[in-house]
């Protein structure tokens, strides 16, 4: 494929996740923010949370408290297998996942998730609709620099794994019918956080 001109890999991206039925969208301030998460989460609880540092850096889990919302975090470093199985059934009961991303792939328009980022990647693939958090500083334009740029770091450790989510979850049976989120989520938004949303740091 050709190369992606930088400054229109955004808007492919935008343009290649509509063409596989995801919804992109763009939050340049706290308010913008506040604004699509109270019109898509319409008070729906549980949710559930990736450990993704920019989910951590926007306050999202005490956001969702302060709203009234029950909310279920991926746990730290050194938790115990119970805590582990809790968050893991949580993924299956949340009406929402909510995470970040290492990278977002314009040319397919694709979200990729990487198990040493987010924690388990249970948040991205059980609830019915997911919510990936992405900057422009993620956005590379084809697999080949998604390659290169995933360190050798997702690997290096037993059990790591790097998710590509390409829109929601679709499958066709013999009749060819195609129905969504048989196997993931019914839904997929990628929001682009502006750095004026995170103080323009």
């Known amino acids: 494929m050709p190369p992606i001109d930088p400054e229109n890999m955004v808007s492919k991206f935008e343009a290649e996740l509509r063409n596989v039925a995801g919804s992109p969208h763009r939050v340049a301030n ?15 609880s549980p949710l559930v949370l990736s450990r993704s540092p920019l989910i951590s850096r926007l306050g999202l889990e005490e956001m969702f408290r302060a709203w009234g919302l029950e909310v279920a975090v991926w746990p730290s470093l050194g938790a115990s297998e119970a805590v582990i199985r809790g968050f893991r059934d949580r993924c299956f009961e949340a009406r929402f996942g909510i995470t970040g991303v290492d990278f ?9 998730v990487s198990s040493i ?10 609830p019915p609709v997911h919510i990936g958090l992405y ?7 084809s697999l080949e620099e998604v390659l290169e740029q995933a360190s050798v770091a997702h690997f290096e450790e037993p059990g790591r794994s790097i998710v590509f989510i390409t829109g929601p979850s679709r499958s066709a049976d013999i009749e060819q019918i195609l129905i ?4 993931g989520p019914r ?7 502006e750095e004026t949303c995170l103080g323009g740091s």
Not at 104 to 112: F, K, R
Request: charged share 25%; glycine share 12%; aromatic share 6%.
């Open 30 to 44: 706290r308010e913008e923010l506040d604004r699509f998460f109270r019109g898509t989460l319409k008070g729906s």
């Open 104 to 112: 977002v792939m314009a040319e397919t328009g694709s979200l990729v």
């Open 117 to 126: 980022t987010e924690g388990s990647q249970l948040a991205s693939l059980a």
């Open 135 to 141: 900057r422009r500083h993620q956005v590379l334009g």
């Open 180 to 183: 969504r989120g048989v196997h």
């Open 187 to 193: 839904e997929v938004y990628a929001i682009l956080v």
